[in-house]
């Protein structure tokens, strides 16, 4: 798994990217809240849109090249868009780096759960690594975009064209040797799978609104510097990586489908608790909560998603790690619209409410029948 989850890391990264800049486009160029929510927009929909093709595809044919050139891609967008000129093109790379996210996800979760078998727990190490991919970009970025501008975005490159190279070759020597297939003759349970992904979408529309709003709530209305701002977006998706983990030995321990809702209802207390502390300071712990229980249902829904389709393990991938994962920043712009009218503030006590949707769909999940992996 250490393979996967370093190339999880990597591409997750350039994601996190997204929002670790939004406050610097927003403060160098004087965006609108609405303006720069439409910069999450462009990621979602270069990753959200393609992700139920390329699962196909992905499930039909191994295509070693995929992962490797979508890593790449998701770099050289992300990194090259603080240094566009225009809104629009800053939008067009940062679509061009979602479609690299859309390319990335699909074979790579498909070929870790090969490798993880029918453990929650293993699976979880995959999926941290995009959490800490996350949680690294703030805490790298922020610094170099503070001090250098937003232009900074364009030294992050290096790192996906040579993971992207290095995963490129492993997959090469494997693919030359092995063939890994998912096998179970179990049978595809779409209705359960939809409910599922409503959940996923329902959560990710939570988790890009904290990623995207965060920041910008302790420099606007905590009155926090951007270093303590990109600090506190660092702690929360710190506390996403403890709440990946968490999540997927909860999973093994007491069920998916009851560590799911756990996860939904837990985000509830500790969002209000954030929002209750006026201390740029004393919040920076309750911000750390509210990451952690946003992500314990992540890794046990990337599992339970293929548990759910035993026979297309790329299509599933490509919805769970992707599309649903994505699809909360087509919400953004309207939490762009009330931050603009009513503050940051308002934007959370939405967020915080929420949950209760997710909560009520997760009571239509089951726990999957078991599920036979191959390796021939």
Not at 82 to 104: D, E, I, P, Q, R
Not at 111 to 140: E, H, W
Not at 271 to 298: D, E, H, K, R
Request: hydrophobic share 55%; charged share 10%.
């Amino acid at each position: 798994m250490r393979l996967w989850a370093t190339a999880h890391m990597v591409d997750d990264f350039y994601q996190g990217l997204v929002p670790a800049a939004v406050p610097f486009f927003v403060l160098e160029r004087h965006y609108s809240y609405t303006a720069a929510s439409g910069l999450a927009l462009a990621a979602t929909l270069g990753s959200a849109l393609p992700q139920i093709l390329i699962g196909a595809i992905a499930d039909k044919r191994r295509m070693v090249w995929m992962s490797p050139l979508g890593l790449a891609l998701a770099g050289i967008g992300a990194g090259l868009s603080g240094v566009a000129g225009t809104y629009a093109a800053v939008w067009t790379l940062l679509l061009l780096s979602g479609f690299g996210v859309a390319m990335f996800h699909p074979p790579a979760g498909r070929d870790a759960r090969v490798v993880a078998g029918d453990s929650a727990g293993a699976m979880s190490y995959f999926a941290a690594g995009g959490s800490v991919g996350f949680f690294l970009a703030p805490a790298l970025a922020t610094p170099a975009l503070d001090a250098w501008g937003v232009g900074a975005t364009a030294v992050f490159i290096p790192p996906a064209v040579l993971m992207a190279w290095v995963l490129w070759r492993a997959q090469r020597r494997v693919h030359a040797h092995t063939r890994a297939a998912m096998g179970s003759g179990g049978r595809d349970r779409w209705g359960m799978f939809g409910t599922l992904t409503a959940v996923e979408v329902v959560r990710s529309t939570i988790s890009f609104g904290i990623n995207t709003f965060v920041a910008l709530y302790w420099i606007r209305h905590l009155g926090a510097t951007s270093g303590l701002a990109g600090f506190a977006l660092t702690l929360q998706l710190v506390g996403g990586v403890a709440g990946t983990l968490l999540g997927g030995r909860l999973g093994d321990r007491f069920g998916m489908v009851r560590t799911v809702q756990i996860g939904n209802l837990a985000v509830i207390p500790a969002l209000f608790a954030m929002l209750a502390c006026q201390s740029a300071i004393a919040a920076l712990p309750l911000v750390f909560l509210v990451g952690l229980a946003t992500n314990i249902p992540f890794a046990v829904l990337v599992k339970l998603g293929q548990d759910y389709l035993p026979n297309r393990p790329g299509t599933a991938a490509g919805v769970t790690l992707g599309l649903a994962v994505s699809a909360g920043g087509l919400f953004m712009p309207i939490l762009g619209w009330i931050a603009d009218r009513h503050g940051t503030p308002a934007v959370f006590v939405v967020l915080g409410l929420i949950p209760l949707v997710a909560l009520a769909l997760s009571t239509g999940l089951r726990e999957p029948e078991p599920l036979v992996v191959a390796t021939t």
